[in-house]
């Protein structure tokens, strides 16, 4: 595609202006990288950079999203367990496995208050 004959003092970068247009950058060579001159705009290294900051970026809010999911995740089990316990305890005369059951959700939500700083007392 790119048949056109490029000038070696201006930076190598390319672009498509239309199906048949394509122009050189036309900024001046001031980096020397893989064998051809760039403007700091255009250099592969530059570049590269960008792509790379952008990714750290992309995984910094991917990282807050799920750090955020996990916390409502947290609070949702919580809320869970205590609603089962409190429908337990109004059970009039609970048996021993629904006791050990009020007690296990008991735990799990102790657990979950633990895991996110909420304190029972
Ligand atoms: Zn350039």
């Known amino acids: 595609m790119n048949m056109m004959k490029l000038d070696p003092a201006r930076c190598s970068e390319t ?6 247009h394509v122009r050189q950058c036309s900024k001046k ?8 001159g760039w403007c700091k705009a ?3 290294s530059h570049i590269k950079a960008v792509d790379e900051a952008r990714k750290a970026r992309w995984k910094r809010d991917e990282d807050v999203q799920n750090a955020h999911s996990a916390i409502r995740k947290a609070k949702h089990a919580v809320v869970t367990a205590a609603e089962a316990y409190v429908a337990m305890a109004g059970i009039g005369n609970p048996n021993d496995a629904q006791l050990r059951e009020a ?3 008991l735990g799990v939500a102790e657990a979950k208050a633990k895991e996110l700083g909420i304190a029972l007392t």
Not at 15 to 20: A, H, R, V
Not at 29 to 36: H, P, S, T
């Open 15 to 20: 672009g498509c202006f239309g199906e048949y």
């Open 29 to 36: 060579a001031v980096i020397q990288e893989n064998g051809r």
């Open 42 to 44: 255009h250099s592969p």
């Open 103 to 105: 007690v296990r959700l």
